[in-house]
């Protein structure tokens, strides 16, 4: 039968008794790191071009809205049809909408491309309605723009 003796002298069996302490402690605080903080940029860039989308919906001002979308978005969507799709959002409210400056950021995602900067949940709100846009921003030619358009709250 193997048996482990202590080493000689009490010094030394102290010491593999600190460095197995140290080499646990170390394994456990690296379960608890803080998840990685989000690049600044990219949550900037990203809530800024979705803030101004929200708001160019609200103030009916569809062009500017269109001109946010990439070159595929704006395909998918006139102006008209994001008039109409606003229109559809907020039918059971009266009267405008506003930004309400409640707005939600990720940099990762599931869905996530390479090219994309971030995802933006901004919240729209009016008289008897609660809504929100929610918008993929990506990089096209040097410049932020969305997308990909969720209509309404989940």
Same mark, same amino acid.
């Given at each position: 039968m193997l048996s482990i003796k202590p080493p000689r002298s009490t010094?030394?069996?102290?010491?593999l008794?600190?460095?197995?302490?140290?080499l646990i402690a170390l394994s456990l605080s690296a379960c608890f790191e803080e998840a990685p903080q +989000?690049?600044?940029? +990219?949550?900037?860039v990203t809530v800024s071009t979705a803030t101004n989308f929200a708001r160019a919906l609200v103030s009916s001002d569809f062009t500017e +809205?269109? +001109?946010l979308l990439s070159t595929q978005a704006q395909q998918r969507y006139s102006a008209a049809q994001l008039q109409?799709?606003?229109a559809d959002m907020?039918?059971?409210?009266?009267g405008p909408g506003a930004v309400d400056g409640h707005v939600e950021f990720m940099d990762d995602w599931p869905a996530r491309q390479a090219q994309d900067i971030g995802w933006a949940y901004v919240s729209i709100t009016g008289a008897g309605f609660i809504e929100a846009v929610t918008v993929v921003v990506a990089e096209e030619n040097g410049a932020a723009k969305i997308r990909e358009i969720e209509w309404g709250r989940p």
């Open positions: 010094l030394s069996w102290l010491g008794k600190l460095l197995s302490i140290t +989000a690049n600044p940029r +990219a949550k900037d +809205a269109h +001109a109409q799709a606003y907020t039918s059971y409210g009266d």
